[in-house]
Nanobody, 115 residues
């Protein structure tokens, strides 16, 4: 069993920045992909960014150039640096970890961008 805990969400003004963290614990193997997704109430959960074992990344078009995903293997932790935040970035952000045969989700952290 793998447990993921997100942190770093909060309320910010448009144009400001936040950094989200995702700490993984439990039965973790060295080969895994991590990612960030977000969900607005009443809408489908959508991909924000993914980082694989070779540090290759994939970003949603809506966040390219503004968000950066990274990871620290020694801490089993992933990060999402969010710059130039917009009101439309408001959502619950979820951390995801994918092993060859299983995937895991965190509980989510709220990000609200409002004047």
């Amino acid at each position: 069993q793998v447990h993921l805990v997100e942190s770093g969400g909060g309320l910010v003004q448009p144009g400001e920045s936040l950094r989200l963290s995702c700490a993984a614990s439990g039965n973790i193997f060295s080969l895994y992909t991590m990612g960030w997704y977000r969900q607005v109430p009443g809408k489908q959960r959508e991909l924000v960014a993914i980082i694989n074992t070779d540090s290759r990344t994939i970003y949603a078009n809506s966040v390219k150039g503004r968000f950066t995903i990274s990871r620290e293997y020694g801490k089993n932790t992933a990060y999402l640096q969010m710059n130039s935040l917009k009101p439309e970035d408001t959502a619950v952000y979820y951390c995801n970890l994918v092993h060859p045969t299983n995937q895991y989700w965190g509980q989510g952290t709220q990000v609200t961008v409002s004047s």
